[in-house]
């Protein structure tokens, strides 16, 4: 029997050059790999980084709104506070300049208010009334008489109506503060120091005095 020979196998022939590049291609990826590990680690950090900024950014900007409206805030209420502090000084300027106009027509009108007293004073008093069967000249200057008393009733009342009080001091203590001191003189039986007579009446204005009253004075006698 013929034995049965082997044949003997061919070795692939695998030139260096190729082991060579193989060899070389294999190390550039593992060098590729090796700077992308680093590389993705070095985003996250920086995006990580970039959030915390943002975040940081974030807490400022909500700050920045907190203090912008508290600023505000203040201005609208430092606002309103000159506002009402506008609106009570015009108030108090337009009643000043009320008070000031009611003023100088009170002092002209208490002035012929004047005048009217005298011609009531200059009428004897058996003439304010007249009588049955008086003459013709004593009714005219009863009815003259009557006249010109309602007309100063009539001006005392529209004063009234405007704070404006009169007022007669006789009897009263002189005060330097309200009365005109004219003159003094000793009177018996009389307090030294009170109002003995008063030439003119004076005048207040909502609780101020605006006219002192023009007044004789009982003097103390030693």
């Known amino acids: 029997m013929f034995g049965v ?16 590049a193989s060899r070389w291609y294999s190390d550039k990826a593992e060098d590729k790999s090796s700077e992308t590990t680093p590389k993705s680690d070095e985003a996250k950090d920086a995006s990580a980084d970039q959030k915390g ?31 009402q502090n506008l609106q009570r000084r015009s108030a108090e300027e337009k009643k000043t300049a009320g008070d000031h106009a009611i003023t100088r027509l009170a002092k002209d009108l208490t002035n012929s208010i004047d005048v009217l007293d ?57 005060n330097p503060t309200m009365h005109d001191a004219l003159y003094q003189a000793p009177v018996p039986g009389k307090e030294p120091g009170s109002v003995l007579d008063c030439s003119k009446v ?19 006698t030693s």
């Open 202 to 220: 004076g005048y207040t204005i909502k609780g101020r005095l605006l006219r002192a009253a023009q007044v004789g004075v009982v003097q103390e």
């Open 118 to 174: 005298l011609a009531i004073k200059s009428v004897p008093e058996a003439f304010h009334k007249s009588k049955d069967g008086a003459a013709d000249s004593e009714r005219v200057l009863a009815e003259l008489f009557d006249g010109v008393s309602l007309t100063r009733k009539s001006m005392l009342d529209m004063l009234r109506t405007h704070g404006i009080e009169a007022f007669d001091p006789v009897g009263e203590k002189f």
């Open 53 to 83: 900024e943002e975040g940081k950014s974030l807490e400022e900007q909500i700050k920045e709104k907190d203090a912008r409206i508290k600023a505000l805030s203040d201005d609208i209420l430092y606002t309103k506070a000159e506002l």
């Open 5 to 20: 020979l082997s044949r003997p196998m061919k070795t692939a022939y695998v030139p260096a050059r190729a082991l060579t």
